[in-house]
């Protein structure tokens, strides 16, 4: 399976402080890319990194990326409690077709 | 900033009959994308057009499902007969190019619930 896996399952930390999200995934991609879900709404995208990047900003979001190790991570810096929300990453998989394969999601909760 | 738009937002049908799902895309976006999401399961790649027909799909997308991309601006989503397994959030994307080397619009979503 191309799928990620995001860790952890759930987060939850107080207004303010960071919060850190991470994505495995097992084979070769093109790019990775974060979405985040409101609960029971759409997918918004956040962010994408090219495998050939290693770090991007974006505002309070930063990704990483290390293709040696088939991960990612989003850090969201000083969280608002609007940050709650569901986040996933997902990647192409490099395999030709254009469709993306996404992870379980990290539920995150900032606490006002 | 432009955006995705799906209807209707929440529909309900009995086991065995079909529904149709519309999205109309971003305007000037050239791929266009189904995906699903049972209730708390990962979103799952279904269909994807390009240039009037479908470039790709998952061993999800059978006889059951087509698509349709019947004016230049809507895109449709049929499932014919449809199952409990059906229900789920169906959400449509577009993008502007391939490998979506600049992230996908998904829409807000349809939630079909099978009854």
């Known amino acids: 399976s191309q799928q990620g896996e995001e860790d952890p399952q759930a987060l939850s930390i107080q207004e303010g402080e960071n919060a850190t999200m991470n994505c495995s995934y097992k084979t070769s991609i093109n790019n990775l890319q974060w979405y985040r879900q409101n609960s029971g709404r759409g997918l918004v995208h956040l962010i994408l990194?090219?495998?050939?990047?290693r770090e991007k900003h974006s505002g309070r979001l930063r990704v990483t990326l290390d293709t040696s190790k088939k991960s990612s991570s989003l850090l969201i810096t000083a969280s608002r409690a609007a940050d709650t929300a569901s986040y996933f990453c997902?990647?192409?998989?490099?395999?030709?077709?254009?469709?993306?394969?996404f992870g379980t999601g990290t539920r995150l909760t900032v606490i006002p | 900033e432009p955006e995705v738009t799906q209807t209707p937002s929440h529909q309900v049908t009995q086991m065995g009959q079909e529904v149709i799902l519309r999205c109309v895309p971003i305007s000037n976006h050239l791929y266009f994308y189904w995906y699903r999401q049972i209730l708390g399961q990962k979103v799952e790649f279904l269909v994807s057009?390009?240039?009037?027909?479908?470039?790709?799909k998952s061993e999800i997308f059978d006889d059951q499902f087509s698509v349709e991309r019947p004016d230049g601006s809507n895109f449709t989503l049929k499932i014919r007969s449809t199952k409990l397994e059906d229900s789920a959030m169906y959400f449509c994307?577009?993008?502007?190019?391939?490998?979506?080397?600049?992230?996908?619009?998904f829409g807000s979503g349809t939630r079909l619930t099978v009854v």
């Open positions: 057009f390009y240039n009037n027909e479908i470039s790709e």
């Open positions: 990194i090219r495998s050939n990047e």
């Open positions: 997902a990647t192409d998989g490099q395999t030709g077709a254009n469709n993306l394969f």
């Open positions: 994307a577009s993008s502007e190019s391939f490998w979506a080397n600049y992230g996908y619009t």
